[in-house]
């Protein structure tokens, strides 16, 4: 079946380095979505990504969708202890499903 | 406030033994989700349901079941066919299946022991 990518599966950083987690889909997605997970937290919407080449900013994250629609980005500028936390992509298949990659675990050094 | 209930927040199970978490919304979402989160395998869907009185296996149905007689409300019955049940249990919704952002509980981890 579908599947959805996601590396690295954990990211270690001291503060104030940056931060990307990559998602790569083996078909085409209708959209993409990023939500971040707080430890002990659970899953809270980030963003949606419709368009091939899209690019959206939140403050210091960069999300990027990329021309074929297979992949996408989470770009973190200058890392936050707040930033800690797992962040998850999620792809839309074409029966309209939504495929969860398995998360990129960010820890952040003071 | 609006929201997704999860209940209860912590379970213990003996082994054999069935158990239903709760999974209540007022957000007015026609479509429910279960997923379970186990370290390093992210998020797997077990049951959605699009409108009321139907519903559709996941990925990992074997082992669970669910029912959807209101609009609000979604349970999930972990029965005792399921192997390894320990896992955290997210229960969200959203208001279609298609193309829209999916809002999460904040979850219910059971313990077999």
């Known amino acids: 079946g579908q599947q959805v990518m996601q590396i690295p599966q954990y990211q270690h950083v001291q503060e104030g380095e940056d931060f990307t987690t990559y998602c790569n889909s083996s078909?085409?997605?209708?959209?993409i979505q990023w939500y971040k997970q707080r430890p002990g937290g659970h899953p809270v919407f980030l963003i949606q990504l419709v368009k091939s080449g899209e690019v959206k900013k939140q403050k210091r994250l960069t999300f990027q969708f990329g021309e074929a629609k297979k992949n996408s980005s989470l770009h973190i500028t200058a890392t936050q202890t707040t930033d800690v936390g797992t962040y998850f992509c999620a792809g839309r298949g074409s029966q309209g499903n939504l495929i969860f990659g398995k998360g990129t675990k960010l820890s952040v050094k003071p | 406030d609006g929201g997704i209930t999860q209940s209860p927040k912590y379970l213990f199970r003996k082994e054999g033994q069935n158990v239903t978490l709760s999974c209540e919304q007022n957000?007015?979402?026609?479509?429910m989700y279960w997923y379970r989160q186990d370290p390093g395998q992210g998020l797997r869907l077990i049951y959605y349901s699009q409108i009321v009185n139907d519903f559709q296996k996941g990925d990992i149905a074997e082992g669970y079941s669910v029912s959807r007689e209101k609009k609000e409300s979604f349970p999930l019955t972990v029965t005792s066919a399921q192997k390894n049940p320990t896992a955290f249990y997210l229960c969200?919704?959203?208001?279609?299946?298609?193309?829209?952002?999916?809002?999460f509980g904040e979850g219910s981890w059971l313990t077999v022991v």
């Open positions: 957000l007015n979402h026609d479509a």
């Open positions: 078909t085409t997605l209708s959209n």
């Open positions: 969200a919704s959203s208001p279609w299946d298609r193309g829209n952002t999916i809002y």
